[in-house]
């Protein structure tokens, strides 16, 4: 089956700064693909650079922003231009016909009226193959131009070929290597005449022939010969010159509409690897929701000329040996992202995970949040989490597995003298068994996510056959019982001397709680939920606190926030009570029922949650999508499954909303009276090895 005709890759693009229906991207790319590529429709959206109503179009974007709240790197824009050609954005723009559009996995089409030029992209491992076709008998240009920093161009007439370099990033600079991008742009001979290639200032908005510039808001126009002109495209994190091997590897195509074809059969192979039937609307959302999946995080390494794995390492400027990943916050994705890719992604999983101790095994500190250099955007070290259910499952193993401990006990034990790495608050959390509320903001989170990464550390422990190490993980992976307030029945953040914050109400928002109140911050507790049954006098106790939490009046407080935040706006404009499926911190919370014996109470949130909040639409979520964790929550739940606790080698079964569901090919078949089935049996079932 062609699983691409259900793929809307606008799903949540319909989105704003102040309410988000998925806040990503149309990205046209490969499955976890060095280059993106998508629509700048307008520009002063700021990272809201495109809409899919929008009637203009500012250029095509090389792209490689993981999400409009952590900003870009690397980018560049091109665009085809007549007559006199343009570079700033208010006078360069086109108009384009939205509904005319063609945006797809595996290609782009757009019609820019404007210079009456059809656009065609498909994408390749480290770059593209582009085809412009201009109608009419005029002065036409290719025209590639800067997002922001210093940009270099030089064009080689010998050899027909641009290249082109950016600095220009939105990143938090913590280490000492300067980020740059490098392109090289070929064409065909006698396409490009380099006498009449201009040269010019975007800001300013200026021309001049020349074939050579370098500096801030420069660009460079090619003035092309042709009316129908194909341009290969490579990029690269290390220099021109690799840019060129990358484009010498992807060269193995004979023409645009074979390597159109290979890019469809490969989505093709990503989206079958989940098999499901159900009506149209269901299907829309599942595959686009499947596409999703297999985005990020995106490859941050290049092949040498013997075909070996290097990459640009941020951390101190050099080119090293080894894989490399980056756009990824593991604060959202561990729960989802990396437990799916166990199942359906194994191997690409592993090389991930290399790719991720290679950043500890270059600068000494395991990524928190990567997007090209480390960012330093949501708390905690949820990449313990990461490496502890891969370990569980068997896909990391041996020496790399020591490695990575070691990195994740420097996270539980040392302070990072960068905020982009380690623990927040992990000198008081050694001393006091949490996070003092008078010493560090969100101290709840920090200390429920230490907790619960102290729980994984002792998984990895006990794989590693270090048993002392595994018996005091353990006990510190109690710690969350140390901020619960039995009185109000809520996680609650103390000072230094012990005292709970006398400032309590379990709807404010932010301060004590990382996007969430006290509601949504108390059931995180995943790696301990009968621990956290008992806190309530055992089971029936916690359903009840369930029970509690979606009965609850949709209200909130800005709180610690002082101002109201997106994903007060999106919990808001739903009927789920307080569990705000708009950000991850309530994933877990409605399986739980499920986990606790009330499957019924699962299913029937679950069923109103994903009707209600999600779609195959440009519209298509109640929140964020965050790097495929909400895509993927989606998936597990119309399949009824769940990794309730990412470091347990397991998952919680609910009623699946979709029919005849084939996982790797093979039916899945998850009936009996079990609540859970381990990681060991879903495979064996998937796979008919035990």
């Known amino acids: 089956m062609n699983y691409l005709q259900y793929v809307n890759i606008k799903q949540g693009t319909k989105s704003s700064r102040r309410f988000s229906q998925g806040n990503t991207s149309a990205l046209v790319q490969r499955p976890f693909g060095f280059a993106s590529f998508t629509l700048q429709t307008d520009s002063t959206r700021g990272p809201w650079f495109y809409h899919p109503e929008d009637h203009s179009l500012e250029g095509i974007r090389l792209t490689h922003q993981p999400s409009p709240w952590i900003g870009e790197h690397g980018a560049i824009v091109m665009q085809p231009q007549i007559e006199t050609p343009r570079g700033n954005t208010w006078t360069r723009w086109s108009g384009i016909d939205p509904k005319a559009v063609t945006l797809e996995p595996h290609y782009m089409g757009v019609f820019l009226k404007r ?13 593209a193959l582009v085809e412009l076709d201009f109608e009419r008998e005029s002065d036409k240009y290719f025209s590639v131009l800067p997002v922001k920093g210093e940009c270099s161009y030089q064009y080689d007439a010998e050899n027909n070929r641009l290249y082109v370099s950016t600095d220009g990033n939105d990143l938090d600079k913590y280490d000492d290597g300067v980020l740059k991008a490098y392109f090289v742009f070929q064409f065909d001979e006698d396409t490009v005449d380099p006498e009449k290639t201009l040269i010019g200032n975007v800001k300013e908005d200026t021309s001049e022939p020349g074939t050579a510039i370098t500096g801030e808001n420069t660009c460079i126009h090619l003035y092309l010969k042709k009316q129908k002109v194909e341009v290969k495209l490579a990029t690269s994190f290390i220099s021109c010159e690799q840019a060129l091997q990358n484009l010498k590897n992807d060269s193995t195509y004979a023409d645009f509409a074979q390597l159109k074809e290979e890019n469809a059969a490969l989505w093709n192979s990503y989206l079958s690897k989940i098999e499901v039937e159900g009506d149209a609307a269901k299907m829309k959302a599942f595959y686009s929701c499947m596409y999703r999946a297999f985005l990020f995080p995106h490859k941050a390494y290049e092949l040498d000329a013997e075909g070996k794995p290097v990459h640009f390492a941020p951390c101190d400027g050099t080119v090293k040996a080894g894989y490399r990943y980056t ?20 191997k690409e999983c592993a090389e991930m995970l290399e790719g991720f101790i290679q950043d500890y095994k270059d600068g000494g500190w395991l990524p928190c949040w990567t997007a090209g250099d480390a960012k330093n955007c949501m708390p905690s070290t949820a990449m313990d989490i990461v490496i502890a259910d891969a370990a569980a499952k068997g896909i990391l193993l041996g020496e790399l597995l020591e490695t990575a401990f070691a990195g994740m006990e420097r996270n539980a034990n040392e302070k990072s003298p960068k905020a982009a790495y380690g623990r927040e608050g992990v000198a008081e959390y050694l001393e006091l068994n949490y996070v003092p509320c008078d010493k560090c903001r969100e101290s709840v989170n920090l200390t429920l996510d230490a907790a619960y990464c102290d729980y994984c550390l002792a998984v990895v422990a006990d794989i590693l056959g270090y048993e002392d190490k595994k018996e005091k993980y353990l006990a510190r992976a109690k710690n969350y019982k140390n901020i619960f307030d039995a009185e109000t029945g809520f996680m609650r953040a103390k000072d230094t001397r012990g005292h709970f914050n006398p400032d309590f109400d379990p709807i404010k928002w932010g301060g004590d709680y990382t996007e969430a109140a006290a509601w949504q911050t108390t059931f995180a507790v995943q790696h301990d939920i009968e621990g956290l049954a008992e806190l309530y006098g055992g089971r029936e106790g916690l359903v009840k606190k369930l029970d509690d939490f979606f009965a609850a009046p949709v209200d909130y407080r800005v709180g610690g926030y002082g101002f109201e935040i997106h994903e007060m706006t999106e919990m808001a404009a739903c009927d789920w009570g307080q569990c705000a499926i708009s950000n991850q911190p309530s994933f877990h919370i409605p399986f739980m029922y499920a986990y606790l014996g009330e499957t019924a109470k699962a299913d029937r949130w679950l069923a109103k949650i994903c009707a209600e909040g999600f779609s195959g639409e440009d519209d298509g979520y ?22 309730i606790c990412p470091g347990k080698a397991e998952y919680v079964k609910t009623t699946p909303m979709v029919s005849n569901i084939k996982v790797l090919g093979k039916e899945l078949d998850l009936q009996g009276d079990d609540v859970m ?12 090895k035990n």
């Open 327 to 346: 756009d990824n916050g593991f604060w959202d994705t561990y729960r989802t992202v990396y437990p799916f890719f166990s199942i359906v992604a194994p």
């Open 622 to 643: 109640p929140g964020d999508e965050d790097n495929g964790t909400t895509a993927i929550w989606y998936i597990f739940t119309q399949i009824g499954l769940y990794p």
């Open 677 to 688: 089935i381990s990681h060991q049996d879903l495979m064996a079932k998937i796979t008919g």
């Open 115 to 127: 210079s009456r030029c059809l656009f065609e992209l498909t994408p390749t491992e480290y770059g």
